[in-house]
C-alpha cells in the first residue's frame, strides 16, 4: 500500500464503499489521511455512573443485562438495553439501529461514551457510541499501538475526532479505516516544507497523527495550525509564482498616454466620474506605461461605473494601435456591454463588435424595411478582419474557432465566474496581453490576499452622486399581504419591481423554497391587472433578450427572475426588489441583487422574505437593513457562513479549504511572507522538489468549469 494506492482496492472497502467515499472527494489513500476532522467529542472522562454528573458526557466501562428492538406505535425501531458499570443500571437507547442486537449479545462488556440523562428516575444515554472491551483487561479491542499509544480506545474514551460524512458512511467508519492505514503508510509521507519555514512547528507526519488521535485539545490546536499552514502557503507560493511569470513574460509596447485626448474622451460623458474612477484609471495607466502585461483585478459595487473605466481604457488601447475583447459571463450582461460600449466609444470612431454563443456579429450595418436587423452578419473565423476594434463576448470567445490577433488588452467583467483554466486559454489566445479583471462581488482583504494574491488590485470605493439609499426589510410572513399592496401602489405610480426566487422549477429536497415557475404562476393571479415577465437560466437566448427588453420598454410592470438578473440588468424605473428565500443567498449576493435598484432618482426598497424563522437566521439578513457597504457584507458573510459556503470551488479557484481560515489574517500575513522569501532565494523552485511537486500536485486537482 502507497499513499495513492486507490481505496477501493484496499481490503474492507472495495467498490461499493469506494463509490461512497467519492461523494466526500476521497479516491485515493492520500485523500482518505487527508480528510479532516471537523470537530471532537470528549469522552476522556472515564468515570461511573454515580460518580457523574447529570449532564456530563461521560465514558464508563461495564457489561450488558439485557438487549431487544422495540417497535413504536408509528413502527420505527429503538434498540434498547440495560448496562451495569458495577455501580448503577444505566438504559442505552438507538435509534433505528436494530443490526446491534447481532453485535452486542448479554454478556459482553462494553465501553460507552455519551452525556448522561436521568429520565423517569433512572439514568440512560441516548445514541451512546461503544467498544467492546478485551475480557483480560478494561481496554477496547481496538489495540491502543494501532493508532499511535493512545490511551482509551478509538471511539471511546478519549477526545473522538468526528469527520465530513455522506450516506453509509459513518464518523465510526471513517476512524476505523483511518486507524488501521495511518500506521501503514505514515512514513511514506515526506514533508515538503524546507527546514527554514517549518522552525517552530510539527512536522507533517506529527500533525496528520494528532489531528486524527490527539491525546488533547493543545495537540489539536498545533495539528491544526500546521495543516492550516499548508494550505495557506501553498496558494500563496502558487499566485505569487504566477505573478513572478507573469512580470517576466515578454515585454509589450509601452502605451503612449495622451493627456489631452484622455480628457476628450472624460468631458464627453454625460457625467463626472467619481474620485474613485479617476484613482483607479491612473493606477491603471501606471500599468500601462511599464512596458510589462498589466494584471489587475478591479473591484467595485453594482453601478459604481466599472464599465465607463474600462471603456476609458479601451479607448487608450484603441489610440495605440491594439484591439480589445470584453469577456463578460452571461449573454444579458454581454449584450448589456455593448450597448454601452457603442454609446460611449462610437462617436470616437471605435467599431465594437459582439460574439456570444447565439449572436456572432462583428459589423454595424443600416438596412431598410421590416426585417432589419440591430447588428451586421458575421462569416469569419477572425472577427477582427471585419473591421471592429474591440469584441464583446461570452465563454464564445473561448471557442478553437474564435482567432484573435492584434489584442493588446482583455478585460474579463465578474471574473469570479469563470475557472482559472478559463482565464488563462484566453490570455494565450491573445499572447501576453494586459488583462484587467473586474468583479462586483465586495471581496474581503484576506481572501484577496491569499486568493488573488497573483493580481494587483484596484478598488472603486464610493458610488455615483445623488444615487438614492435603498430602504431594505425583512418582511415577516404575516406582513406579506401588506407588501404586496405596496408593490400595486408604486407600480401604479409608474415603477416597476423585479421578485427573485431560488429555484427554477420545483425541488422535492427543497419543497419550502419557491421555484420561479411556480411563483410566475401564483403572481398572476395576485397582481392580475398587471404584466409580469419571466426570466431564468433555462429561457432560450431571445426569450431572454425579449424578457429583458420588454421590462427595459415598460411593456411588463414586474420581472419574475431567478438570480440571473444579478448583473447586467439595468432598469431606472425598477424601484422595487423583491427576493423570495433570502436566506438561501449570502449576504454579498443579496447586497449585489438589491444594487439593481436605485439606479435612477425615486427611493427604492429591497423586500427580504424568508420561510426560515431561525432567529439565527433572521439576525443575519439584518444586517442588510443596516448595513450598505457591501465589503462589510462579505466579511460578515465569511465569519458567519464560512470561505466553502461564500466562495465555493468555482470562486475559490483551485484549492477547497479543509481546515484552514480565511479570516485569519495573521496566518495569512505570515505563509504570504514564508511564499515570498522562498521564490526570492529560489524563483523556479529547482532546489525545492517537494515544493514543486506539491505545486503539480495541487494543478492537477483543478476542479472542471
Known amino acids: 500500500m502507497d499513499l495513492q ?7 474492507g472497502i472495495g467498490f461499493s464503499y469506494a463509490k461512497k467515499l467519492e461523494y466526500l472527494g476521497l479516491l485515493t489513500v492520500s485523500d482518505l489521511i487527508n480528510h479532516y476532522p471537523f470537530r471532537y467529542d470528549d469522552f476522556s472522562n472515564l468515570t461511573s455512573s454515580l460518580e457523574a454528573n447529570i449532564g456530563e458526557k461521560v465514558t464508563l466501562q461495564g457489561e450488558i443485562w439485557s438487549i431487544k428492538n422495540v417497535f413504536t406505535r408509528s413502527r420505527k425501531v429503538l434498540t434498547q438495553a440495560i448496562f451495569n458499570d458495577g455501580q448503577s443500571p444505566v438504559e442505552l437507547t438507538w435509534f433505528n439501529s436494530s443490526w446491534l442486537t447481532k453485535q452486542i449479545k448479554v454478556g459482553d462488556r462494553l465501553q460507552v461514551s455519551g452525556k448522561l440523562n436521568k429520565y423517569k428516575g433512572k439514568m440512560s444515554i441516548m445514541m451512546p457510541v461503544w467498544e467492546i472491551l478485551t475480557s483480560t483487561s478494561e481496554v477496547p479491542v481496538y489495540s491502543t499501538s494501532e493508532v499511535g499509544g493512545l490511551v482509551g480506545g478509538l471511539h471511546t474514551g478519549r477526545l473522538v475526532p468526528v469527520y465530513p460524512e455522506t450516506f453509509g458512511i459513518s464518523s465510526k467508519w471513517i476512524r476505523t479505516k483511518i486507524a488501521q492505514i495511518l500506521p501503514q503508510v505514515i512514513d511514506q509521507v515526506k514533508d515538503p516544507l524546507p527546514q ?31 495543516l492550516a499552514f499548508d494550505e495557506l502557503f501553498f496558494i500563496q507560493l502558487a499566485t505569487q509564482k504566477t505573478s513572478l511569470e507573469w512580470q517576466h513574460k515578454t515585454s509589450v509596447k509601452k502605451f503612449q498616454i495622451t493627456n489631452s485626448k484622455l480628457q476628450m474622451f472624460l468631458n464627453s460623458l454625460p457625467f463626472e466620474l467619481t474620485e474613485s474612477q479617476k484613482k483607479v484609471i491612473d493606477e491603471i495607466i501606471d500599468d500601462l506605461k511599464k512596458g510589462v502585461p498589466m494584471n489587475r483585478l478591479v473591484q467595485g459595487e453594482v453601478g459604481s461605473g466599472k464599465t465607463v473605466v474600462a471603456a476609458a481604457i479601451i479607448y487608450l488601447c484603441h489610440l495605440n494601435d491594439f484591439k480589445s475583447l470584453y469577456m463578460a459571463p452571461t449573454e444579458i450582461l454581454a449584450f448589456q456591454h455593448y450597448e454601452t460600449l457603442q454609446k460611449l466609444l462610437g462617436p470616437f470612431g471605435i467599431n465594437i463588435g459582439i460574439y456570444t454563443g447565439s449572436r456572432k456579429f462583428t459589423k454595424q450595418k443600416v438596412s431598410k424595411g421590416k426585417n432589419k436587423k440591430p447588428f451586421g452578419t458575421f462569416d469569419t473565423l477572425n472577427p477582427f478582419d471585419t473591421s471592429p476594434n474591440v469584441i464583446v463576448g461570452t465563454h464564445a470567445l473561448l471557442s478553437e474557432k474564435f482567432d484573435v490577433k492584434d489584442v493588446g488588452l482583455i478585460i474579463v467583467d465578474e471574473q469570479q465566474r469563470f475557472g482559472v483554466e478559463q482565464r488563462t486559454l484566453l490570455r494565450a489566445k491573445a499572447k501576453i496581453p494586459h488583462f484587467l479583471t473586474m468583479t462586483a462581488t465586495p471581496i474581503p482583504r484576506t481572501v484577496t490576499l491569499t486568493l488573488h494574491g497573483d493580481l494587483d488590485l484596484s478598488v472603486i470605493g464610493e458610488l455615483p452622486k445623488n444615487r438614492p439609499k435603498i430602504s431594505t426589510h425583512v418582511v415577516p410572513e404575516k406582513k406579506r399581504r401588506d407588501s404586496y399592496q405596496f408593490i400595486k401602489n408604486h407600480i401604479k405610480m409608474g415603477e416597476q419591481a423585479y421578485i427573485i426566487t431560488p429555484l427554477i422549477e420545483e425541488s422535492e429536497t427543497m419543497q419550502s423554497v419557491k421555484a420561479v415557475k411556480v411563483e410566475f404562476e401564483g403572481l398572476k393571479k395576485i397582481f392580475p391587472d398587471l404584466k409580469l415577465g419571466l426570466l431564468h437560466g433555462r429561457l432560450k437566448s431571445k426569450e431572454k433578450e425579449k424578457a429583458i427588453n420588454d421590462f427595459k420598454d415598460k411593456k411588463t410592470d414586474i420581472l419574475v427572475s431567478t438570480s440571473v438578473v444579478e448583473v447586467g440588468v439595468d432598469v431606472p424605473s425598477a424601484t422595487i426588489m423583491v427576493i423570495e428565500g433570502a436566506e438561501r443567498f449570502g449576504l454579498a449576493q443579496l447586497h449585489q441583487l438589491r444594487g439593481r435598484i436605485g439606479r435612477g432618482t425615486e427611493e427604492s426598497f429591497c423586500l427580504l422574505y424568508t420561510s426560515n424563522d431561525k432567529s439565527q437566521e433572521r439576525s443575519r439578513l439584518k444586517n442588510l437593513e443596516t448595513t450598505f457597504d457591501g465589503l462589510k457584507l462579505a466579511e460578515l458573510d465569511l465569519k458567519m457562513r464560512g470561505s466553502g459556503e461564500v466562495f465555493g470551488t468555482k470562486q475559490s479557484g483551485r484549492w477547497d479549504l479543509k481546515i484552514a481560515d480565511l479570516t485569519d489574517l495573521e496566518l495569512i500575513e505570515k505563509t504570504r511572507t514564508a511564499a515570498k522569501k522562498i521564490l526570492q532565494d529560489n524563483p523556479t523552485l529547482d532546489k525545492h522538489p517537494l515544493l514543486q511537486a506539491q505545486l503539480t500536485m495541487l494543478a492537477s486537482n483543478v476542479m472542471p468549469d
Open 5 to 11: 494506492t486507490r481505496l477501493s482496492g484496499i481490503p
Open 196 to 226: 527554514e519555514i517549518r522552525q517552530n512547528m510539527l512536522s507533517l507526519n506529527e500533525a496528520l497523527q494528532q489531528i486524527h488521535f490527539p491525546k488533547s485539545y493543545r495537540e489539536v490546536e498545533q495539528a491544526s495550525k500546521r
